[in-house]
């Protein structure tokens, strides 16, 4: 059975980024975790040629009555996690509405065509307006900065789902989803895992939405 | 979450299509799994080799998918259980042998999974398998979800078994590669020792009986899905249209009546059974009503046959409508999406259908076409394929007789995108057809033809259907260089291990299936390179190419950048001499980011010169050649 109570039912996440940063991980996190709560859980993943640096997403749909598909209708995104501002914006024109939720690092990750000079990286103060524009309420965060200061990049995707489950969006306690990581990871890799889920969750907590 | 190898009836799990195709296998008691390699159906393989020690099974990457459906059969005709799977570009190489065990028939139940690709996400067509099923004329399931997906690969077992032939489950990537909630069966535990019944034949003589067998199997089968539990109506008695799904599109279906909030007007037929068709069950379901609207991935497969059974009945001749892809309701091409069942839905019943305000709209499409813009996939910094492609662009330039690549499927066909590759690829087939074609390219001197040549092709393709080409170029004394692009991974589909690399499927160590060896063995003249040697390797493809003295093999062997441990310290320190390079005053027209384009070098606009990006670089060193005014620096960085 399931407790608490989804905002929403279906409730539509869209966890999104650039391929490495480890969005498949997040969602099957967040899924594994509300799927032990007792949800009816599906986790669309599309990837393509992702792990050579491109665009990816994850669709999460939530229910306590009945299994939804793999894709989130236009527009239709309760939430978006964006590991990377760009993406951010990218999934919001698709998916986004006025009540949308977003939660967004704001560290960007330049696509190769801009290191070579034939396209230019958005203005960032331009980027910011755009998500705070299509956004219902939103949380901007640096988890890259973060990440970097646990001592590895890596940890970004780690960071940004602290920020989720800080945000109390999602009817899952801390101590629930840190279960969930100490499940997924072996004990000796844990102790800064932990401390990026720490840092993004006390990050939203403290804060508030923008 | 528990072991996929857990017997853990009626418990809930969170698992990947893939992996619930897997544990339908599991519960099933399958014995034997065997697979080439590819998305979206590599993860069964996978997670069936992760459990092989523990499950007593035997798991096996095969060189191709046709040796594969060779090496599951063998298995069935022993009286085991086995599952064979790969994606629907591999249903083509396996197809002959496919074509003649459905005919010679099998005794333990064996399975094939056939995973499509529609849109194409990771493949270069996005063919659908199911007119090639109907035509083998076996039976075919098509599962929505991870559950169904188990649930039906554990049935088909049985269902192979009561008939003497193969079942196909036809998966596609929004199943293969969705996860969701599943319920777990039991684990059905079977100790059946492999023995060949001498006393039976499993060929295809004699040929007309068989086939007649086949058809008469397939008259069983009907009957048995007129009354299967994986087709079912939902909705009201008498609906004023209704949606017949199979596979991904049922559960499209099922949120577009929600969202429009059709569920007293619309309901839905799940078809898990397509071929052969239920006639009398679909012929009750039309008699509900007199508009039908056919939800499928790709092509009007169901929708044709669907219109047979309407045709026969006398359903149509009422004046009823059977809406799908021949009316222009849906896309024949492309993915199936909640988005096209709303479109389809709103066209056809009028229900209004605002998904969000117009103001939000226009700034949406505001920020898109201000922002956003795209990430192309290009080659890794310190791939091995650039530095090759690389000389062989120069090496052509050099020859100046309009050289080209002969093309295959992997990383290299990045070659092909315009952001990163150099295009000089200009024809790419299938598997092994780089060599097929450049071997025919090679007889065509006595019409006059003199382009030279280069057929490239992967360490794994090489394997897996490059032999024989290379074979028939030496055969019939053809002229071509035939490249071998050795990275020691099937890179592109996640680094599966193959002959070439000494592991099997269970990590274990494996004999090494030497290429050099083999090439010997066919009297074949071959040289090995290592790409980062671009000034040298030119030189010598340059001779290489104005010497038409039949087969040669260039081997250019160095492992994916992607396979250096992340720890690993990089070979050298690269950077550029900021005094050397003379930026946009050069004439070079940034030629470094321009030409040669690997992502860690960068334009730096503010002091219009080159840089190098240190977080993206590995230090391979590749690029101090490339550069006119010499202006990219390296130093060793190891000693």
């Known amino acids: 059975m399931s407790e608490g109570k989804l905002f929403v039912d279906p409730l539509n996440i869209i ?33 393509g040629a992702s792990q050579r ?79 705070a524009q299509l956004s219902g309420q939103v949380w901007f965060l640096d988890a890259t900065e973060v990440a970097l200061c646990l001592g590895s990049v890596r940890l970004t995707n780690v960071v940004m789902l602290g920020a989720l489950i800080g945000s109390s969006l999602l009817p899952i306690t801390e101590a629930q989803l840190e279960e969930g990581i100490k499940e997924r990871f072996p004990k000796d890799r844990l102790k800064p895992i932990l401390e990026a889920f720490s840092k993004g969750l006390s990050y939203t907590r403290a804060t508030g939405c923008a | 979450m528990v072991a996929l190898t857990a017997n853990a009836a009626g418990k809930t799990e969170l698992l990947f299509g893939n992996e619930a195709i897997a544990r339908g296998a599991l519960e099933a008691g399958v014995r034997v799994a065997a697979s080439y390699p590819g998305t979206p159906s590599s993860e069964i393989l996978e997670n069936l080799a992760a459990v092989a020690e523990e499950a007593g099974l035997y798991v096996e990457w095969s060189v191709n998918e046709k040796v594969a459906v060779e090496v599951g059969t063998a298995a069935s005709v022993a009286g085991l259980r086995a599952i064979i799977s ?97 319920i777990l069966g039991e684990i059905a535990s079977r100790d059946t020792l492999a023995y060949f019944d001498t006393s039976r034949l499993f060929v295809f003589v004699p040929i007309v009986k068989k ?30 249209l209704m949606i017949i799904s199979s596979g991904s599109g049922r559960l499209y279906s099922m949120e577009a009546v929600e969202y429009l909030q059709l569920e007293k007007r619309v309901g839905i037929v799940h078809l898990g059974t397509t071929w052969p068709v239920p006639t009398k069950f679909l012929e009750r379901q039309l008699s509900r009503t007199s508009r039908v609207l056919v939800v499928e991935e790709v092509d009007p497969f169901l929708e044709r046959n669907l219109k047979v059974v309407a045709g026969d009945s006398g359903w149509l001749n009422r004046g009823h409508v059977i809406y799908g892809k021949a009316s222009g309701h849906m896309k024949p091409f492309g993915e199936l999406s909640p988005e096209t069942v709303i479109n389809a839905l709103v066209r056809l019943t009028g229900v209004r259908h605002e ?3 117009k103001e939000y709209d226009k700034r949406a499409k505001q920020a898109a076409k201000d922002l956003v813009i795209g990430r192309e996939v290009m080659w890794c910094p310190g791939c091995p394929h650039r530095a090759t492609f690389w000389t062989i662009k120069n090496a052509f330039r050099l020859d100046g007789r309009d050289g080209f690549v002969s093309g295959d499927i992997g990383c290299y066909g990045l070659d092909r995108r315009g952001a990163g590759g150099y295009l000089i690829t200009k024809i790419a087939l299938a598997m092994g057809s780089g060599t097929g074609v450049g071997s025919g390219l090679g007889k065509l001197g006595q019409f006059g033809f003199s382009q030279p040549v280069i057929a490239v092709c992967g360490d794994s393709t090489f394997y897996h259907a490059a032999i024989p080409a290379l074979i028939n170029a030496k055969y019939n004394r053809s002229h071509v260089i035939m490249m071998i692009l050795d990275n020691s991974a099937t890179a592109m589909t ?72 992340p720890d690993e310290k990089p070979p050298f320190k690269v950077w550029v001499d900021t005094l050397k390079c003379r930026g946009d005053e050069c004439g070079c027209a940034r030629y470094c980011v321009r030409v040669f384009k690997c992502p860690a070098i960068v334009w730096d606009r503010t002091r219009g010169r080159a840089q190098i990006d240190e977080a993206v670089c590995v230090g391979c060193g590749v690029c101090t050649c490339i550069c006119p005014a010499s202006a990219i620096m390296k130093e060793p960085l190891s000693e």
């Open chain 1, 15 to 47: 966890v999104c980024g650039v391929g490495g940063q480890g969005n498949i991980l997040v969602a099957r996190l967040v899924g594994r975790s509300l799927a032990k709560r007792g949800y009816i859980v599906t986790i669309g993943e599309t990837y």
């Open chain 1, 53 to 131: 640096g491109g665009d990816v997403m994850s669709h999460i749909r939530l229910s306590a009555r009945q299994r939804y598909g793999p894709l989130i209708p236009p527009g239709g995104a309760h939430i978006v996690l964006g590991l990377e501002p760009l993406e951010t914006v990218r999934i919001l024109v698709d998916y986004g509405n006025p009540q949308v939720a977003t939660i967004t690092n704001t560290h960007p990750i330049l696509p190769v065509t801009v290191g070579m000079g034939v396209t230019q990286y958005p203005d960032y103060d331009e980027l910011r307006q755009a998500i």
């Open chain 2, 86 to 182: 790969f994606k629907h570009e591999g249903l083509n190489v396996a197809l002959d042998t496919l074509c003649h065990v459905n005919l010679a028939g099998t005794k333990g139940g064996l399975v094939v999974v056939v995973c499509d690709d529609p849109a194409g996400w990771s493949s270069p067509s996005e063919n659908d398998s199911r007119a090639i099923i109907q035509w083998l004329n076996v039976p075919l399931l098509e599962p929505s979800t991870p559950q169904e997906a188990k649930d039906m690969i554990r049935w088909a077992f049985e269902l192979s078994e009561q008939i003497g032939t193969y079942c196909v489950v036809r998966s596609c990537t929004r199943v293969s590669h969705t996860t969701g909630t599943v």
């Open chain 2, 211 to 240: 086939h007649a067998d086949l058809l008469a199997k397939v008259a069983q089968v009907k009957e048995i899905f007129e009354k299967s539990q994986f087709n079912y109506y939902e909705g009201p008695e008498q609906p004023e």
């Open chain 2, 355 to 357: 998904p969000r305000s």
């Open chain 2, 494 to 565: 996640g680094f599966q291990p193959h002959p070439g690399v000494g592991v099997n499927a269970l990590g274990k160590a494996a004999p090494v299936v030497d290429i050099e060896g083999l090439c010997r063995g066919l009297d074949i003249p071959l040289e090995v390179m290592d790409p980062f040697d671009i000034t040298e390797n030119t030189k010598r493809l340059v001779e290489l190419m104005s010497d038409r003295n039949g087969v040669r093999v260039v081997i250019m062997r160095r492992p994916c950048a992607l396979l250096r441990p």
